[in-house]
């Protein structure tokens, strides 16, 4: 197990590496000379020459890789463009309303999606049946941008439950944060809870028919013990990997939501230094993306070894 679990991470290395050249081609497959994009059309050469100095633009191209990985590696993303503020900054003060977003809708999604699926599976052909599959056929067909702003103009202008925009820190309060995060994190869930409802369903149906749980019923094993203790134990592997993979929902989906909402995050802080073109910011975020998801997948990998019994090396 214990090699299993050191090949595993020490895969993540080449991966890395390489979605770092992608982000660091980012500047350069740009068409034009990003300098002069930044400086405007109008921009002196002296203010053009002076961004391609900021950017290193002016150095070879192993060279500039080289310094980039090295200040990336210490934590420093360079300064942006359009601010002047150290990108690592800026990325401190709005990381907290993605994290937030992202795990309220992570708690949210799981929470309700397995015992659907568990719960559709058991009740096979049934109208519950099909009343779950219609709810994740219609969640997973609206997109999260309709859905913030249904829910925005239900709960937040008819009925004044809860506020439409805007972020309140966790430090300030765990109430007014949670109000201010619920109804994206909802409008979020919808579509993640719809992915691992159907999933959870499809591969309850499959372990259910396997021989084991026909054995267990037939000596009067109870439906709540047969369900999670041994159909949803053994299923566990293919939802838990969906669970992973659909972090590439929230990564995107998280853009929407804080658009939508207007909350301070990384999603609107990418919007903002695209429409400005810092590419500093535009690239320290889209690494950050990158590495979570490869973290979050190479958690996945880790927990086969405890739901996986074959894992054992």
């Not at 991470?9 to 081609?25: Q, Y």
């Not at 809708?105 to 999606?113: G, H, Q």
């Not at 909350?263 to 979570?292: C, E, K, N, W």
Request: net charge positive; with cysteine; glycine share 8%.
């Amino acid at each position: 197990m214990m090699f299993y679990i050191g090949k595993r991470c020490l895969s993540t290395i080449p991966v890395m590496l390489i979605v770092a050249v992608l982000i660091f081609g980012l500047l350069y497959i740009t068409p034009g000379d990003p300098a002069l994009m930044i400086a405007g059309d109008q921009a002196t050469p002296a203010v053009v020459e002076r961004i391609r100095q900021q950017l290193g633009l002016d150095l070879p191209i192993y060279v500039r890789f080289g310094h980039w990985l090295w200040d990336v590696l210490r934590g420093d993303f360079g300064k942006s463009v359009l601010s002047g503020a150290p990108v690592s900054n800026l990325i401190a003060q709005r990381i907290q309303p993605t994290v937030s977003l992202m795990l309220a809708t992570l708690v949210i999604s799981v929470s309700v999606a397995v015992p659907l699926g568990v719960l559709s599976a058991w009740k096979r052909g049934s109208l519950i049946d099909r009343a779950v599959m219609i709810l994740c056929v219609g969640g997973f067909s609206l997109p999260v941008f309709v859905t913030g702003y249904l829910l925005a103009y239900t709960f937040g202008l008819q009925l004044s439950w809860l506020p439409v925009q805007g972020y309140a820190r966790i430090e300030n309060g765990v109430l007014p944060w949670l109000r201010g995060i619920i109804l994206p994190s909802l409008a979020l869930s919808l579509v993640y809870i719809s992915l691992i409802a159907r999933i959870t369903r499809a591969t309850m149906l499959e372990t259910m028919s396997r021989d084991y749980i026909r054995t267990a019923r037939a000596k009067g094993v109870a439906d709540r013990s047969l369900l999670f203790g041994h159909a949803l134990k053994n299923a566990a592997v293919p939802i838990v990997t969906v669970v992973g993979t659909g972090v590439a929902l929230l990564i995107g989906g998280s853009v929407v939501a804080e658009s939508v909402f207007a909350l301070p995050g990384l999603g609107r802080l990418t919007i903002d230094a695209i429409m400005g073109r810092d590419y500093p910011v535009i690239q320290a975020v889209v690494l950050i993306f990158s590495a979570s998801y490869v973290f979050v997948n190479l958690i996945v990998d880790l927990l086969y070894t405890v739901f996986d019994p074959r894992i054992s090396y």
